[in-house]
């Protein structure tokens, strides 16, 4: 039978308490990247309503609650970064863990690899003397992100400064499994950093202009539900018709040089 002993752990990191989950607790032992990720999802979730809760009342309660979804969140990095310290573990479902302790090794690559991007990307923070314009600061980031992209050996990074793929660079990092409608709102926010912005309805193939109106929360949610009505109606997949308009723009911007819009 398995023996060890006992730990304290007020002695341990956090990373080192989550290392001990997969050594001694059954439940931790038994999981693969692959069993965890519905639960990346559900905490990312909860989370983004903790945010919701404190940014339309914020109290001490609802800023324990954000602390508390935030760690739930750190608590899945960590428990991916302490499968990846165990390549070759065999998930131990139905049978008592091994309680063989990996010192947490992969957690510190990720920390380390975090800060360097963080650093990377802002260069207007460590190498200037003076402020910069937020303009410039996300053409900038846009740019180091396609030449790290190039950098690695992807040959679609192309010339970053060319009109052509400079959208489809811009977007190519936002991922796929996004809800369309997120991901839309995303896409249109990198194509405003590099100067492909989509000013108007008139602006994208095949939408009519509409007069400006008083657009509000309320207004902008009618339009939506209306649009779903429609779709739903006509038997139509309305998530699957926005990703798929928002895959044309895309597209089409990317016949532009950023010029264009101005």
Same mark, same amino acid.
């Given at each position: ?14 990373? /080192? +308490?989550?290392?001990? *989950? =997969? $050594? ?6 038994? &999981? ?5 990720? #519905? ?69 510190? /690559? +990720?920390?380390?690899? *975090? =800060? $360097? ?6 260069? &207007? ?5 003076? #402020? ?131």
């Amino acid at each position: 039978m398995t023996r060890w002993e006992p730990v304290d752990p007020e002695t341990l990191s956090t990373a /080192e +308490v989550v290392a001990y *989950l =997969r $050594a001694r607790c059954p439940w931790a032992a038994a &999981h693969t990247h692959a069993s965890l990720a #519905p639960y990346v999802l559900e905490e990312t979730y909860e989370l983004l309503d903790a945010i919701e809760e404190y940014t339309t009342n914020p109290s001490s309660t609802t800023r324990e609650e954000l602390v508390g979804e935030l760690g739930d969140v750190a608590y899945q990095v960590l428990f991916h970064a302490a499968l990846l310290d165990q390549p070759n573990a065999t998930p131990t479902s139905g049978s008592p863990p091994t309680g063989n302790y990996v010192s947490p090794r992969a957690i510190t /690559e +990720v920390a380390d690899r *975090l =800060r $360097a991007k963080v650093v990377r990307r802002h260069p &207007h923070v460590f190498e200037t003397t003076g #402020p910069t314009s937020i303009e410039d600061v996300e053409r900038a980031y846009e740019r180091i992100k396609a030449e790290e992209k190039r950098d690695a050996g992807d040959g679609d990074a192309g010339d970053v400064s060319a009109g052509d793929n400079l959208a489809r660079e811009a977007c190519a990092s936002i991922p796929a499994s996004m809800p369309a409608l997120a991901r839309t709102q995303t896409v249109l926010g990198r194509l405003d950093r590099v100067d492909l912005s989509v000013e108007s309805n008139a602006d994208v193939a095949g939408v009519p202009e509409t007069e400006d109106e008083d657009v509000t929360e309320t207004t902008i949610g009618q339009e939506l539900l209306a649009a779903v009505r429609k779709a739903h109606a006509n038997g139509i997949d309305a998530e699957g018709a926005l990703r798929r308009a928002t895959d044309a723009l895309i597209d089409e911007r990317g016949q532009r040089a950023p010029t264009d819009t101005h």
